[in-house]
């Protein structure tokens, strides 16, 4: 039987609960405890309902975002860079229409919003008929859901959830109505 320390965990259910915030992998985090792989994932399950070990995940979390200094106010201005990001911040039109890769504006709010930048340098054709080509491939991350996630955060959009009653709400007591309504997250 595993020793039990302060806080009434004992040592395997401690390596547990330092072993979840490697991965966020209850079962993985379980087996590397020395729970069996068998059933690691229903001790996982169980552990992780424990308030003392959950005390501990919040703490490890905390003490990450403290260190990496994550606040909402950093995640929100990263996800309006993205939000609000513009194709013609990295290139503009030629005379011809043609477009034409601009970077020379480039900084680190805009540098932000591109989720890939790729530059690829090769000789085209042979002999006299071959020409040195630079071609500039760029992505922007996704716009629509960094909108989504700052829409939801400033709560503009309210999601609404759909729920069929598979009794008469007239048949059901005051404490089944209001335990079916907390469910359904009303009160």
Not at 40 to 55: C, F, G, S, V
Not at 65 to 70: F, G, M, N, V, Y
Not at 102 to 110: I, Q, V
Not at 114 to 130: K, W
């Amino acid at each position: 039987m595993p020793k039990t320390r302060g806080g009434g965990l004992n040592d395997r259910q401690r390596v547990f609960a330092y072993e979840y915030l490697t991965d966020f992998n209850g079962t993985q985090a379980a087996i590397r405890a020395g729970y069996s792989a068998k059933g690691a994932k229903r001790h996982a399950t169980k552990l992780l309902r424990d308030p003392r070990i959950q005390e501990i995940v919040e703490r490890g979390k905390a003490d990450r975002r403290q260190h990496l200094e994550i606040t909402q106010e950093r995640i929100l201005d990263e996800l309006a860079k993205i939000a609000f990001a513009n194709a013609l911040d990295y290139h503009r039109i030629g005379d011809n229409g043609e477009p034409i890769i601009d970077l020379s504006n480039l900084d680190e709010d805009k540098a932000a919003a591109l989720a890939e930048l790729q530059v690829d340098d090769y000789v085209e054709g042979r002999g006299d008929n071959s020409r040195d080509v630079r071609r500039i491939r760029f992505k922007m991350h996704d716009k629509q859901r960094a909108l989504e996630l700052l829409g939801k955060h400033l709560g503009i959009f309210i999601e609404r959830h759909h729920m069929t009653l598979t009794r008469d709400p007239k048949d059901m007591t005051d404490e089944q109505l209001r335990e079916v309504l907390e469910r359904a997250g009303e009160l």
